[in-house]
C-alpha cells in the first residue's frame, strides 16, 4: 500500500480499541519472568556453551602478538577465537568500527577474542590468561583539544544551513547573547546488557540477540561473516532497553556465531556491564555555540547554533542543530556542524540522537536571552513561534500546537507562581525554583511491512520482525488488528522480532509505532477484502464485533476461514508527503527543582510535560514512554557524565556504580498531558511518535529551574553540586 495523499477517515477512527489505555498484552509473561530474553532462549539450545569477550588494553594502535597457549590448557575450554583464525571478516554498514579487533586496535576494549568454554566461569577464568602484547600509538580522546580541527562532516543531512544574513541581523540586534554550552558523552545503560545465543545448522545461523533493528541487524551479521543474507536468521522477540544502543549489531553477536562455529555448539554470549560502556555506543559530547539576536520587543532576528563532536574516523556528528533549524521564528539564521576524528568508542544513536543534546543547549540561551529582554520565558518562547519552515516558508507543518503545549502546561504546572527574580524562594533549607523548555522532535516515518492471517476460531495472527523494547509494540500491534478486523484484543496473536517475518520499521528515532501500525493496517486492509469476498460480500463491509456486514448480509468473521486460514501480507510505503508538509512534535516541560542552600544538592520536586503527538495509540504505555524518557532527560542533567581519561583513551567509570543514574527516589512526581490531535499527513494510523520528545528540552528546564532557585547558570552539564556551591546566596 502506498501513503501518498492525507489519510481520510477510515477503520481505525472508530477507536473502539486503538486509542484506549490498556495493560501491556506482554505484561503478565514480563512480570512472572516467563518472556524469554536473549540470553534466556534455553530451550533453542540446551547444551549451549558459554564465550567471554576479551577486550583490547590499548585505545589505538596495534596488536603485535596473541599467546592463546594458557588459555587452552585452561578448564573446559572448547575454542579460542581471535582475528587470525576467524577467516576473512566485514565491516557491517552500520558499525562504525570492526567488531573484532585485529591486527589493527581502533578503540579501547574493542573485542580482540572471544573464549568458548563449557561454564561461563571456565570461559572467564580463560579469558584472564589470553597474553596480548600491542604496539601503542598516540590518539585524540579531547574534543576541546581538537575542536579547531573538526571539519564538516560527509553526507547531506550534516551540511551548513543559511537563512539570510545572520552576520548582519547578530551585529544589529539591539538584545543578543553568545554562550557556549557543553554536554558531556553519556551511556545507553539499558536494564538488559547486550546479549546473544547463535547456532549453527550447516551452514546457516541463527542467532537469538536483543537488537532493535532486525532486518538491518542481519544484514550486517551476513556481511560481517561473509554470508548470504538468507543463511543468517535473528531472532529477537523481547528486548529489556536499547535506546537506540541496539540499534545496530555488536560485537557479542558476531562473536557468539564465530565461537559456535569454532567449537561445534550453539554459545551464549553476553557482555558483562563494565564492558558494555566502552565496547558498544554511546551519545558523544558536544560543545555547542549559540548566537540569537533580538529585537527590544523579543522578536528573534537572528539565530545562529554551531556544535563540535567527535568520533572514530568515518564515524558521524550528534546532530545537535537540527531542531534549531525549525524551532523557533528569525529571519536570519545559521546553523553549522563540525566533526572532530577521537580515537574513543565509537559515538552513535542514543535516545532522541540531536534534539536530545541541542535542546539542552538551544532552551538555556533561550532563557538567558529572554532574561536579558526582562521577558517571561514562556510568553518569548510563543511569540517567537512559526507556522512553516523557516528555509522553505511554502512548506507548512502539518500540524504545529506548540503554543497550546505552553498554555497548557503554563495552566497546569502553576507557572503565575514563579518569582521571575532568582534565589527568592525558600521552603526550609531549600531554595526553590521553577525552569521551562520546549521539546521538539521531528517525525520519522519508515517502509513497514506485516503479514495477518484469519483462522476458523476467529483468531487474528500478525507476524512482523517489529521489536519490542519495552515500549508496547505487541499491545498497540495488538489494538490495531482488532480495530481494523473488528475483534476484542483477546482474538489477536501478535508474534514479533523474526528475521523471517516481513520487514517492518523497527524500533527507533521514535518512527517506530506509527510506521509498524500503518503496516499492520495495510496488510489488514488487503485480509478484509480477502474475508469480504470469500463470504460474497462487498469490498466495503463493514468488521464489527466479530461479524462481517454489507449488503444487507451478515456472516461472522470466523466462517470466512472453515475452508482454511486465511492470510494476507502488505507493506505500508510513503510518498512525498513529507516533502510537502514538515512533520514534527512538539512539547513543553515545567519543573521544580529545590536545591539546598548549604550543600548546592539539587533534588527534582516534581514535573510535567505536554506532548503533541498526532494520535495517541494507548495512553498508557505512551505515557511510560515520555515518564521515562523525562526521567532520562533527569539525568542527563544532573548526573551522568561519561569520564574520559584523557591520557589512555577510555571511560573510566564503565558500570553503574560510578556512572549514575536516576532511581526512583530522584523522581517524586511526574505527569503527562497529550493534546488531543490526529495528524492525517503522517500515516492513515494519523498518529506520530512521541517515546523520544519526552527527553527533548527535560534537561534545559531543570537547568533553567536550578538558575531560577540559586541565581548560578551553569553551561556545562551535568549539574553537580561542585559548579553550584561555592556560588549560592548568602546566608543571612
Known amino acids: ?83 587470525e583464525n576467524a577467516g576473512k571478516l566485514g565491516k557491517g554498514k552500520m558499525n562504525t568500527a570492526h567488531l573484532l579487533a585485529g591486527p589493527d586496535v581502533e578503540h579501547y576494549h574493542q573485542a580482540v577474542a572471544v573464549v568458548v568454554a563449557d561454564t561461563w566461569e571456565q570461559a572467564r577464568a580463560a579469558a584472564q590468561l589470553v597474553q596480548v602484547k600491542y604496539a601503542e600509538t598516540a590518539g585524540d580522546y579531547d574534543l576541546a583539544k581538537v575542536k579547531d580541527s573538526a571539519k564538516l562532516p560527509s553526507g547531506k543531512d550534516n551540511a551548513d544551513s543559511k537563512v539570510g544574513d545572520f552576520d548582519g541581523a547578530f551585529k544589529a540586534a539591539p538584545v543578543s547573547i553568545d554562550l557556549t554550552y557543553t554536554t558531556p558523552d553519556q551511556s545507553h545503560a539499558m536494564m538488559e546488557p547486550h546479549a546473544s545465543i547463535a547456532k549453527w545448522d550447516g551452514d546457516k545461523v541463527t542467532i537469538w540477540t536483543s537488537n532493535q533493528m532486525i532486518a538491518w541487524g542481519q544484514g550486517d551479521v551476513a556481511k560481517t561473516l561473509g554470508l548470504a543474507k538468507d543463511k543468517v536468521r535473528l531472532v529477537s522477540p523481547y528486548i529489556g532497553g536499547g535506546f537506540g544502543g541496539k540499534l545496530f549489531v ?31 555506543t554511546h551519545r558523544p559530547a558536544t560543545i555547542q555555540r549559540l548566537r540569537i539576536g533580538a529585537s527590544r520587543e523579543g522578536k528573534i532576528t537572528a539565530i545562529g547554533h554551531e556544535s563540535w563532536s567527535g568520533d572514530l574516523p568515518d564515524g558521524q556528528p550528534e546532530t545537535a542543530t537540527a531542531q534549531t533549524k525549525l524551532l523557533y521564528a528569525g529571519p ?38 529572554a532574561e536579558k529582554l526582562k521577558m517571561d520565558p514562556v510568553r518569548f518562547r510563543i511569540i517567537n513561534d512559526i507556522t512553516h519552515d523557516p528555509a522553505k516558508r511554502e512548506r507548512k507543518f502539518s500540524q504545529r500546537r506548540f503554543v497550546e503545549c505552553m498554555r497548557v502546561g503554563s495552566e497546569r504546572f502553576g507557572w503565575n507562581k514563579r518569582n521571575a527574580q532568582p534565589g527568592q524562594v525558600r521552603d526550609g533549607r531549600w531554595l526553590v525554583g521553577y525552569g521551562v523548555a520546549s521539546a521538539f522532535r521531528n517525525n520519522m ?40 478486523m473488528g475483534v476484542t484484543i483477546d482474538k ?25 501500525t500503518a503496516g499492520v493496517y495495510a496488510a489488514c486492509v488487503k485480509l478484509r477484502e480477502a474475508v469480504a469476498q470469500k463470504l ?60 539546598d542552600a548549604d550543600t548546592g544538592e539539587t533534588r527534582i520536586r516534581r514535573m510535567l510535560a505536554v506532548c503533541a503527538a498526532g494520535r495517541i495509540l494507548n495512553p498508557k504505555s505512551a505515557r511510560s514512554q515520555v515518564i521515562g524518557a523525562m526521567t532520562m532527560g533527569a ?36 505527569d503527562v498531558i497529550f493534546l488531543d490531535e490526529t495528524d492525517p499527513i503522517s500515516s492513515p494510523m494519523k498518529a506520530k511518535g512521541v517515546g523520544e520528545l519526552g527527553i527533548c528540552g527535560v534537561g534545559a528546564a531543570i537547568a533553567n529551574a536550578i538558575y531560577n532557585a540559586t541565581g548560578v547558570r551553569v553551561r556545562d552539564y551535568p549539574i553537580t553540586l561542585d559548579k553550584l556551591i561555592d556560588k549560592l546566596p548568602q546566608q543571612a
Open 1 to 83: 500500500m502506498k501513503f501518498t495523499t492525507p489519510a481520510t477517515t477510515n477503520p481505525i477512527d472508530q477507536m473502539k480499541v486503538v486509542g484506549k489505555p490498556l495493560d501491556r498484552i506482554d505484561g503478565p509473561m514480563k512480570t512472572t519472568g516467563t518472556a524469554p530474553y536473549a540470553y534466556e532462549q534455553h530451550a533453542v539450545a540446551p547444551n549451549a556453551a558459554y564465550g567471554y569477550v576479551v577486550g583490547a588494553a590499548i585505545a589505538k594502535g596495534k596488536i603485535t602478538s596473541i599467546d592463546l597457549a594458557a588459555a587452552r590448557k585452561s578448564p573446559g575450554v572448547l575454542a579460542i577465537v581471535t582475528y
Open 250 to 280: 555488536r560485537c557479542e553477536a558476531v562473536l557468539a556465531a564465530l565461537g559456535a562455529r569454532a567449537a561445534g555448539r550453539p554459545v551464549k554470549l553476553t557482555l558483562p556491564r563494565p564492558f558494555m560502556m566502552n565496547n558498544t
Open 332 to 369: 536570519n539564521r545559521m546553523t553549522k556542524m563540525r566533526l572532530a576524528v577521537l580515537n574513543l568508542p565509537e559515538g552513535n544513536a542514543m535516545r532522541a540522537p540531536g534534539e536530545a543534546p541541542g535542546l539542552m543547549a538551544l532552551e538555556i540561551a533561550i532563557d538567558e536571552l
Open 445 to 484: 516515518v519508515m517502509k513497514s511491512g506485516a503479514r495477518v492471517k484469519l483462522d476458523s476460531k476467529g483468531i487474528v495472527t500478525v507476524e512482523t520482525d517489529m521489536t519490542d523494547i519495552g515500549t508496547g509494540s505487541y499491545t498497540i500491534i495488538a489494538q490495531t488488528a482488532a480495530e481494523m
Open 492 to 516: 489477536v496473536v501478535v508474534k514479533l522480532g523474526d528475521s523471517d517475518f516481513p520487514v517492518s520499521a523497527g524500533s527507533g528515532g521514535q518512527w517506530g509505532a506509527n510506521s509498524s
Open 536 to 595: 460474497g460480500l462487498p469490498a466495503d463491509a463493514e468488521f464489527i464485533d466479530g461479524a462481517v456486514r454489507g449488503g444487507g448480509k451478515t456472516a461472522s468473521l470466523a466462517k470466512a476461514a472453515e475452508g482454511g486460514d486465511i492470510m494476507a501480507e502488505d507493506t505500508m510505503e510513503y510518498g512525498d508527503l513529507d516533502k510537502k508538509f514538515q512533520q514534527s512534535t512538539f512539547g513543553a516541560h515545567f519543573v521544580e527543582v529545590g536545591v
Open 635 to 670: 539525568g542527563a542533567a544532573l548526573m551522568e557524565h561519561l569520564v574520559v581519561d584523557k591520557r589512555r583513551g577510555f571511560f573510566v567509570n564503565h558500570d553503574l556504580a560510578g556512572y549514575e543514574v536516576p532511581v526512583h527516589a530522584d523522581i517524586p512526581h511526574q
